[in-house]
């Protein structure tokens, strides 16, 4: 398996809501990244997490919270969002952090 | 002035010609990537040279280390390979540039 999956690949969410968004690998990566991506602009680092543990907050705002349960799995947790939250959403593995990446296809979210 | 640097920021070009995009980058680097996304779509990597030249299919990929450049070349150019190529390369985290948009007419 040489994929990164996430899930769900699109969400609709009011600012009120509570949702999360998965991610998961299982070619034995030990770095796991979530990004934001706004439309026509590179994407944004959030969090890096290097052997389950959160080695890199880009100072996000604490309504995005990330989990590791796992070394195969990476959550964001979303609460309270507001719509400029909206974007495309990111999450990459690689072998060890900063070295040989895999790309997921993306969670499309939308705040209303 | 931005660590990565592409040129151009839009190409159009038809059918069967031969396509380049360049990077450059002002840190020191392990690592650069050249990624491709489709339109609403996820990051493919199809890239990642630490030096010298890499090729696969009908793309091939170039990195200078002195001049700190780099090139992705695409020969024969199809339709299908229109999409936003992105220049990244990898220090102490990844550093993407501002992508090229490529457009292939039939």
């Known amino acids: 398996d040489t994929e990164v999956t996430q899930t769900p690949k699109h969400l609709v969410m009011g600012m009120t809501n509570k949702k999360s968004l998965k991610c998961e690998q299982h070619?034995?990566?030990?770095?796991m990244y979530w990004y934001k991506q706004k439309a026509k602009k590179p994407p944004e680092l959030m969090f890096v997490?290097?052997?389950?543990?959160?080695?890199i907050n880009e100072s996000v705002p604490s309504r995005f919270s990330p989990e590791c349960p796992n070394s195969s799995l990476l959550n964001l947790h979303l609460h309270a969002l507001q719509p400029e939250d909206s974007a495309l959403y990111l999450c990459?593995?690689?072998?060890?952090?900063?070295?040989?990446?895999?790309f997921g296809s993306g969670t499309r979210l939308t705040v209303v | 002035k931005n660590e990565v640097e592409q040129s151009p920021q839009n190409l159009t070009a038809q059918e069967g010609e031969f396509i380049t995009i360049n990077c450059s980058y002002s840190?020191?680097?392990?690592?650069l990537h050249w990624l491709q996304q489709h339109p609403g779509g996820g990051i493919v990597s199809l890239f990642m040279?630490?030096?010298g030249k890499k090729k696969h299919g009908r793309l091939i990929a170039t990195i200078n280390i002195q001049e700190k450049h780099s090139s992705l070349h695409i020969t024969a150019s199809h339709p299908r390979d229109s999409a936003v190529y992105i220049c990244?390369?990898?220090?102490?985290?990844?550093?993407f540039g501002e992508g090229t948009q490529l457009t292939v007419n039939p």
């Open positions: 990459a593995s690689s072998q060890r952090q900063s070295y040989g990446y895999t």
């Open positions: 040279l630490s030096s």
């Open positions: 840190v020191g680097i392990s690592a």
């Open positions: 997490y290097s052997y389950e543990k959160l080695s």
């Open positions: 990244a390369v990898s220090h102490s985290r990844l550093t």
């Open positions: 070619m034995g990566h030990r770095a």
